[in-house]
């Protein structure tokens, strides 16, 4: 027996196929009537093979394999029929309820696809219609239930869960993809550490030391020089002096709950290492203008020699901020240290560092003459990162009307301890699951007062005036 096909049922009902693919109504009607009139066929043939007690038995397998076939056609009939759904975007507004089995042990994913695959769920899709309760219009989603273990949930099933753990699925939702790494707001990166000395206080018996002691010449008095004979020979005079700073500590605290440092990824590393910059940051600013009073650091500005422009003074016509430079570097090579003599003896310190803003880098870039060609003096480098030899360095730590030439290392930067972090407890934390956690450094700035005169700083529109050429 031959199985009616879809274009034979159409012809004989005087239809195509193209005349119904913009009505998926009269469509399915029609699927419906081929489908049960093929049945019909094929039951009709076995009963009449069963009255002739089964003579052909081939035949009746023939007819059996048919009957196995025809799931295959009918999904070929509602692919046909999603076809016709997509083209006229029709409203599907029966709800459809698709259950798997309440005491699965599958996960979320499997079970979807159980209910996606059930035969039974399957042919209830091609039944539906436009059915309503009551004149109201029935959900156009498809909805399934799913059982959720909350012992052995996956990371991956989270997204589906609502009320009370089971999930409702409404098709394949796309999902953000987030970036693995945070994106922290900008610092200042710290510098100054880089061009200066430093060390680590050591242990004494007491524990870890907490002040750095040194001693300097002092209050020199000489008279050097060629004796003629039988007269007094010259003297020499100096005194040592004990100096010293204490070590001062740089803090910061934060407050997480406990469930945020076991629960969420890298958080705590995260929040240490914020600390940390923040301590970082701080550490610049004290080593370069801490003011030694309270718990401040005693800082480079601080000890260091003012901008004096000299010799150089109101000779400079259109001073600019390299002219400020160059004279500050000139001072640091020429300045005196402590008290030698009426006449002083030149130090002889080598710059090896210049911090300004950027601001002020710009500035210097910028400069231009009367005619506005660009101005690029002798003593610096085609790029303007090197003025007599000096590395120009750039930094927002610095004001933007200062600048700082020094000799680095003659500067000292001493860590009492290594950063540290702790958590602990404040308070009633405990009873609401918070944590404090701690960052520390503790270190002191020591720079001998011998070497004041080979650290300048100053500001440039002071230092400007005073070389400007009246």
């Known amino acids: 027996m031959k199985r009616k096909t879809l274009d034979e049922y159409l012809k004989e009902q005087n239809l195509s196929l193209d005349e119904l693919k913009d009505n998926s109504q009269e469509m399915a009607k029609h699927f419906n009537a081929l489908n049960e009139e093929n049945a019909q066929s094929v039951q009709k043939a076995i009963d009449d093979l069963s009255d002739a007690q089964k003579k052909d038995a081939k035949q009746i397998s023939d007819l059996t394999d048919k009957l196995k076939r025809s799931d295959e056609e009918k999904d070929e009939q509602f692919n046909l029929f999603k076809e016709a759904f997509a083209s006229t975007q029709m409203s599907i507004k029966k709800m459809l309820t698709l259950r798997v089995d309440p005491d699965s042990n599958e996960s979320i994913d499997k079970q979807i696809e159980l209910a996606l695959t059930n035969e039974s769920n399957q042919a209830k899709l091609l039944v539906l219609s436009k059915e309503t309760d009551n004149g109201v219009s029935k959900s156009d989603n498809v909805k399934f239930a799913v059982k959720v273990d909350h012992n052995t949930i996956k990371a991956a099933d989270t997204p589906l869960l609502q009320g009370n753990g089971l999930g409702t699925v409404t098709g394949q939702v796309p999902q953000a993809q987030r970036k693995p790494d945070f994106i922290d707001q900008r610092r200042r990166p710290s510098f100054i550490r880089n061009w200066i000395s430093n060390g680590v206080l050591g242990v004494t018996a007491d524990g870890n030391a907490e002040t750095l002691e040194w001693v300097e010449q002092a209050n020199i008095e000489e008279t050097t020089g060629t004796t003629p004979e039988n ?84 000779t400079i016509p259109n001073a600019n901020n390299y002219d400020v430079l160059r004279v500050a570097i000139n001072q640091c090579n020429i300045g005196s240290s402590g008290t030698i003599n009426a006449v002083g003896e030149p130090a002889g310190f080598f710059p090896t560092v210049i911090a300004v ?40 730590h610095i004001g933007a009307d200062q600048f700082l030439v020094m000799e680095g290392p003659l500067v000292e930067f001493w860590m009492e301890q ?3 972090i702790e958590v602990g407890l404040v308070n009633d934390q405990f009873k609401r699951n918070l944590r404090t956690i701690l960052a520390e450094l503790c270190g002191l700035v020591a720079i001998p007062e011998n070497y004041f005169n080979g650290i300048i700083t100053g500001d440039f529109t002071t230092a400007k005036a005073a070389l400007e050429l009246p």
């Open 357 to 396: 803003n950027h601001s002020a880098m710009a500035e210097m870039d910028l400069s231009k003459g009367s005619d506005g060609h660009y101005v690029l003096p002798p003593f610096v480098s085609a790029d303007g990162t090197i003025i007599k030899g000096v590395p120009v360095i750039g930094s927002n």
């Open 231 to 314: 007269e007094l020979k010259n003297d020499m005079h100096w005194e040592y002096v004990v100096k010293s700073e204490r070590a001062k500590c740089l803090t910061v605290t934060t407050v997480v709950s406990t469930r945020m440092l076991r629960s969420v990824r890298q958080m705590q590393a995260r929040i240490n290492s914020q600390l940390s910059r923040s301590l970082d940051n701080e550490l610049d600013q004290q080593i370069l203008f801490g003011d030694d009073l309270n718990e401040n650091f005693n800082g480079i500005f601080t000890q260091s020699s003012a901008f004096a422009s000299g010799t150089f003074a109101g």
């Open 418 to 420: 290594e950063m540290m």
